[in-house]
């Protein structure tokens, strides 16, 4: 049987070339266009890459029309309900989910090595007290190639698994510095009796004054969401961490490249837009007007949270997302803050309004975390740093996945060049 393909026909010369097709396990096939440039002299042009597969992975799979998200096969509402952020760390990393013993060990391996390097405290404190926290986050974990020397070798799959193990164990510690810098406070130490959501708020919320006791449905909630943020396929930073890691950079550069890309607001930055947003809407009555300006082509202003490039449905981890949300504003008694209810009515009539249902823009999972973390008390400011500290898993499972693949080559797109045509170079006296 022929293998399937598609014929590509130039209309110009009538010149033909069959282009194989590809399957995968799930999800539509893709068209193999590599001979394209040798066979026919072409390049394809794809702003936004939104027809492009860049790469084969075995990591996340997205329906976004079904509104469909696996992680190793496993879907996202299984792993939110049943399994914890360290366990689908292990799976995001490995591809299984491990036995009760592996569990064990990771868990040992990763809590057990949050702590930073003592050095790293002083490099913090080079920054300005008011430096973004994304700012801050992209300089340190990128240092941290300067500190780890015995993990940069990238063909050695021993050393890219302790990168791994470092990153994942140390993020937790670097956002929570990132803050406690911000406020003038000390700097909490990883405590290894607690898990690594419960370490994560208490290094965040504890002083060394007093005794912090971290509430239990906060901890459960904010495990969730590092869940739900912890892969996702080719999005935008993860595609950098992959484009930077085909140079055969260092695994901490091409992390701290992720984290740069992650901050813009149409990507993590929105947990931080949505509440802006909120704020700068400020009432109920307000809502049509901030709606109408949504839908002017004229105007640059967007919902922040709504909208979504795969999915064309309810983005799943925002289902699960907003039943977390009530769960902790249930828990902290804060279902009547006016900002959370502005939130609540906005979701309402976007989701009633005929140009967001057309355009299929629906809540996506950035609206909620931004609504729970201010719930929580983290400052609006941190929220993307939080989204950096779980994608951190996918990206270096990416990175990892990226370094093993036969076909991994440096990424180098080209261009439909618009510029001008060779010309002489005018001596400057006769410019002018
Ligand atoms: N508010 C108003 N209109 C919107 C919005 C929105 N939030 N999102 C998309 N549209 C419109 C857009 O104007 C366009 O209209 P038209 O077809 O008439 O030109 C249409 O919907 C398609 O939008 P697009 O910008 O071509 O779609 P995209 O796939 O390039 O963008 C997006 C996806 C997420 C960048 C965009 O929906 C957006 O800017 N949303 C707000 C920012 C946001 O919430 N980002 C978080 C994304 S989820 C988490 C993450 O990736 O980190």
Redesign the pocket.
């Known amino acids: 049987m022929s293998k399937e393909s598609v014929t590509l026909t130039n209309n110009s010369n009538g010149q033909s070339v069959e282009m194989p097709l590809m399957s995968g396990s799930l999800g539509p096939k893709v068209m193999d266009i590599r001979a394209l440039y040798s066979q026919m002299d072409l390049f394809t042009y794809d702003p936004?890459y939104t027809s492009t597969g860049a790469c084969k992975s075995k990591i996340t799979f997205i329906d976004g029309d079904k509104g469909v998200l696996l992680h190793r096969g496993y879907p996202i509402e299984d792993l939110a309900e049943h399994s914890d952020f360290l366990e689908t760390a292990y799976l995001i990393w490995n591809g299984e989910l491990p036995s009760p013993a592996e569990k064990k060990k990771f868990e040992s391996d990763i809590i057990g090595h949050s702590m930073v390097h003592e050095q790293i405290n002083f490099f913090f404190r080079g920054f300005r007290r008011d430096a973004h926290p994304m700012a801050v986050l992209c300089g340190v974990v990128g240092a941290m190639a300067a500190f780890y020397h015995d993990t940069l070798d990238i063909n050695d799959a021993h050393q890219r698994m302790i990168a791994a193990h470092r990153l994942i164990a140390k993020m937790p510690t670097i956002v929570a510095w990132a803050y406690k810098y911000s406020q003038g406070q000390p700097f909490m130490y990883p405590k290894n009796a607690l898990s690594y959501a419960e370490n994560f708020l208490h290094m965040m919320f504890a002083t060394p004054c007093e005794e912090y006791k971290v509430n239990p449905v906060l901890a459960r909630a904010m495990d969730r969401i590092l869940i739900l943020h912890a892969d996702h396929e080719q999005?935008a930073s993860t595609s950098t961490v992959r484009l930077s890691g085909s140079s055969g950079a260092n695994p901490f550069a091409c992390i701290a490249a992720g984290i740069a890309t992650l901050w813009g607001?149409?990507?993590?930055g929105?947990n931080e837009?949505v509440l802006a947003m909120l704020q700068q809407i400020g009432s109920k009555d307000r809502i049509p007007e901030y709606i109408k300006r949504?839908?002017d082509?004229n105007d640059t202003f967007?919902?922040?949270?709504?909208?979504?490039?795969v999915y064309k449905n309810y983005d799943p981890r925002a289902k699960i997302m907003q039943r977390t949300c009530n769960e902790v504003l249930d828990e902290l008694g804060m279902r009547n803050d006016p900002l959370l209810q502005l939130a609540m009515e906005l979701e309402r009539i976007a989701l009633s309004d005929d140009y967001f249902v057309e355009?299929k823009?629906y809540p996506?999972?950035?609206f909620y975390s931004g609504i729970i973390f201010k719930a929580i008390g983290i400052p609006t400011s941190m929220f993307t740093s939080l989204f950096a500290l779980a994608r951190t898993v996918g990206w270096i499972a990416q990175w990892n996945e990226m370094i093993q693949d036969p076909d991994q080559k440096i990424g180098r797109p080209r261009q439909l060049y618009i510029g001008a045509q060779q010309r002489p170079y005018v001596p400057l006296h006769k410019r002018g």
């Open positions: 936004g999005n607001p149409a990507h993590g929105a837009a949504a839908k082509k967007r919902l922040m949270g709504f909208g979504h490039r355009k823009l996506n999972v950035d």
